[in-house]
């Protein structure tokens, strides 16, 4: 069957890149609908899921682990297989969440539409906003086997970029680079540790865009980066939702900035 002619029905339309959990409430169990878990660390392996929610594991099979960064992502042979034992297809709609609020589940956003996936966004608040909203939870005991999809990766070149495009685009007085990390592990102040998660949701679009103006200025490029690639996704999720287009990730971040190189450090506020 060609690319044009989908195997299975397609999901429903997303309003955009950013759902609530009535959007989510109401197709829940709709052909063509997937909910993936994107939770990281202590929020992994939780005793309550959203019912069918299938792991989107960022931290174990949908990380590349044959270097020493964290988190950075697997080629496009990896992930095309790890999305089809999920059981994606490329006509599915695909929702991401997580057990902290808008943490990691931006990070799978992202990922998904770095290789060429567009049927997907966010679940706002996570899964604490659908349990505060009384939706219902199932035990995260190994459900049925899902059948295998058929999603493909087609890779978009410039969503995720290396150290070399992140020192052009320091260069670059039209772009901006935005790190994700909490001031005082930006300036230094404190160690770079990895301790709990903060919840949370999306600020409105225009305060978002107020956020991003004021950092931003009028330039439109803007790189993102965090401590090992997972926060500034939620940056470019902001971004996009902000207006800006043509954002990219910085996938290694500081876990690979910050090693021992020539790359410029500075220190301080």
Not at 180 to 202: H, N, Q, Y
Request: proline share 9%.
């Amino acid at each position: 069957m060609g690319d044009d002619v989908p195997a299975y029905p397609s999901g429903p339309e997303l309003p955009g890149p950013l759902v609530g959990v009535d959007w989510l409430a109401r197709r829940l169990g709709r052909p063509g609908l997937v909910v993936l878990d994107a939770s990281v660390g202590a929020h992994r392996g939780g005793e309550r899921r959203i019912p069918g929610a299938r792991a989107f594991d960022i931290d174990g099979a949908l990380s590349d682990h044959s270097g020493p960064l964290p988190h950075t992502m697997p080629g496009a042979g990896r992930f095309t297989e790890e999305l089809r034992s999920l059981g994606v297809n490329g006509s599915d709609t695909v929702v991401v969440h997580d057990g902290a609020g808008i943490y990691s589940s931006a990070r799978a956003w992202w990922m998904l539409r770095a290789m060429g996936f567009d049927r997907v966004a966010v679940l706002d608040g996570g899964l604490p906003a659908w349990a505060d909203a009384g939706l219902p939870l199932e035990d995260t005991l190994p459900g049925p086997a899902v059948e295998p999809g058929d999603f493909t990766a087609r890779p978009r070149p410039g969503m995720f970029v290396g150290a070399d495009e992140v020192a052009a685009a320091l260069a670059d007085p039209a772009a901006v680079v935005l790190d994700a990390r909490a001031r005082e592990r930006f300036t230094g102040t404190v160690a770079e540790p990895r301790p709990g998660l903060r919840a949370g949701r999306m600020r409105p679009a225009h305060e978002l865009r107020a956020v991003f103006a004021a950092l931003a200025g009028e330039r439109e490029r803007l790189v993102v980066s965090c401590g090992s690639g997972v926060t500034a996704c939620v940056l470019a999720l902001g971004a996009e939702l902000a207006g800006y287009r043509g954002q990219a990730v910085y996938d290694g971040s500081w876990s690979e900035w910050g090693l021992p190189s020539r790359r410029p450090v500075v220190t301080g506020a």
